[in-house]
């Protein structure tokens, strides 16, 4: 099983749209939880960081699901701009210093 | 945007030929990582640092080596190219091993 799995997608959904994804961790003793949004050809951005007990920003929303172990990212009112891949992170804890480990994005497409 | 260099950006070489990929922060960020990515596995860890000449593997580490002689330079170096090699690499840096992650732009490297 993958330390990090997300749903590959795509994820296609007319503007205006509300749509989620999900990520899911294998380590229970991971603590810190990322989303970062990746446009064609470019490096991965930090969207956000997602704490335990949930944080919004404008339009997104991040939640985390300790009992489970998934993060998820809610984007409500999809605009065309917001088409990307989205991908999560997760520090896994090692002897050593802890990885940064990432899922293999979700990719999504906002149509009119 | 966070100071991070990756050189060169784009780089043909021969199969057998050793290559090495540098990445310089002027952030003073304690970790620093090596990514590629390619279509259909996402981004995957290769090495990282957590400190001056503290080094570790990531999940696909065969191939490579790495090291850290000053806190702002991570190097990459591929000891004899293949062309399974041929990728996009990322160098990412965060302050520590929970901390959001930053990324350079990329070095496409191409292995003929």
């Known amino acids: 099983r993958k330390e990090v799995e997300q749903d590959p997608g795509p994820f296609n959904v007319p503007e205006g749209a509300t749509v989620a994804f999900n990520c899911t961790y294998s380590?229970?003793?991971?603590?810190?939880f990322f989303w970062y949004r990746q446009d064609c050809r470019k490096e991965p951005k930090l969207l956000m960081s997602?704490?335990?007990s949930g944080n919004e920003d404008g339009r997104f929303t991040a939640q985390l699901n300790r009992a489970s172990q998934y993060i998820s990212l809610l984007i409500r009112d999809s605009k065309l701009s917001d088409s990307a891949t989205y991908l999560c992170a997760v520090y896994i804890l090692t002897g050593g210093g802890n990885k940064l480990t990432f899922g293999t994005g979700t990719q999504l497409k906002v149509e009119l | 945007d966070a100071g991070i260099t990756q050189s060169p950006r784009h780089k043909v070489t021969e199969t057998g030929t050793p290559v090495t990929l540098r990445c310089h922060q002027t952030e003073n960020h304690r970790y620093m990582y090596w990514y590629r990515q390619d279509p259909g596995h996402g981004l995957r860890l290769i090495h990282y640092s957590y400190g001056v000449k503290d080094t570790d593997k990531g999940e696909v580490s065969d191939g490579y080596s790495v090291s850290r002689s000053k806190t702002e330079d991570f190097l990459l170096t591929l000891e004899s190219a293949t062309s399974s090699q041929t990728s996009v690499y990322f160098c990412?840096?965060?302050?520590?091993?929970?901390?959001?992650?930053?990324f350079g732009q990329g070095t496409r490297l191409t292995v003929v």
């Open positions: 380590n229970s003793a991971s603590q810190s």
């Open positions: 990412a840096i965060s302050r520590e091993s929970y901390t959001e992650a930053f």
């Open positions: 997602v704490y335990s």
